[in-house]
């Protein structure tokens, strides 16, 4: 009962940048992790960014220095702000959130339903 709920994709120039946003809405004990992952046509499916209850967060090497990953833990949403953006970002981006949804059971894995990023001029 929970779901993942993606927002701010769109067409953008190189060089432009986008926000994404990611909120969490239903049973939540607590949130593990959240993250984005990417898809360009083609391709498998990839991990772009995370970040973990701590704080702590992880990028993958293409986009280190472009985007940053935060969380709004009041808000249980994950954002996504990427500038500098490329056109090999272009991609699907999808929401990925590890959580604990009942006290009684384990956490598991969601997804949202992916967001269109489109870099092109």
């Known amino acids: 009962q929970v779901q993942l709920v993606e927002s701010g994709g769109g067409l953008v120039q190189p060089g432009g940048s986008l926000r994404l946003s990611c909120a969490a809405h239903g049973s939540i004990v607590r949130i593990n992790a959240m993250g984005w992952y990417r898809q360009a046509p083609g391709k498998q499916r990839e991990l772009v960014a995370t970040?973990?209850?701590?704080?702590?967060?992880n990028y993958q090497d293409s986009v280190k220095g472009r985007f940053t990953i935060s969380r709004d833990n009041a808000k249980n949403t994950v954002y996504l702000q990427m500038n500098s953006l490329k056109p090999e970002d272009t991609a699907v981006y999808y929401c990925?959130?590890?959580?604990?949804?009942?006290?009684?059971?384990?956490?598991?894995?969601?997804w949202g339903q992916g967001t269109q990023v489109t870099v092109s001029s």
């Open positions: 970040t973990i209850s701590g704080g702590s967060t």
């Open positions: 990925n959130a590890e959580i604990k949804g009942s006290w009684y059971r384990p956490s598991d894995n969601y």
